[in-house]
């Protein structure tokens, strides 16, 4: 089981960033699919999910409206577009994926919000 997360990288407040997250070795389409964030000193915290058909998404208060969560059952991924991004949102990113009592994680990518 592999979950590799990329796209992540320095960007100016109010810029944007797409993350990315691959998925193999599971039944992707039977797993709902999140994105967590850990700040340095900080818990980590839901960012946000999605279920495995893409239907239905949920967000943390802090990120509704600047934050999309979407998949790609076709190609294994998931995605995090992330707008209007602020110096609170940096963090490591990193996508995890359930189905019952099962949970796989990513290694996570660093997203810096930096002037």
């Known amino acids: 089981v592999q979950l590799v997360e990329s796209g992540g990288g320095l960007v100016q407040p109010g810029g944007s960033l797409r993350l990315s997250c691959a998925a193999s070795g599971f039944t992707f389409s039977s797993y709902g699919m999140s994105w967590y964030r850990q700040a340095p000193g900080k818990e980590r915290e839901l960012v946000g999910s999605?279920?495995?058909?893409?239907?239905?998404?949920n967000y943390a208060d802090s990120v509704q409206g600047r934050f999309t969560i979407s998949r790609d059952n076709a190609k294994n991924t998931v995605y995090l577009q992330m707008n209007s991004l602020k110096p609170e949102d940096t963090a490591v990113y990193s996508c995890?994926?359930?189905?019952?009592?099962?949970?796989?994680w990513g290694q996570g990518t660093q997203v810096t919000v930096s002037s």
């Open positions: 999605i279920d495995n058909t893409g239907g239905s998404t």
């Open positions: 995890s994926a359930t189905r019952w009592s099962t949970r796989f």
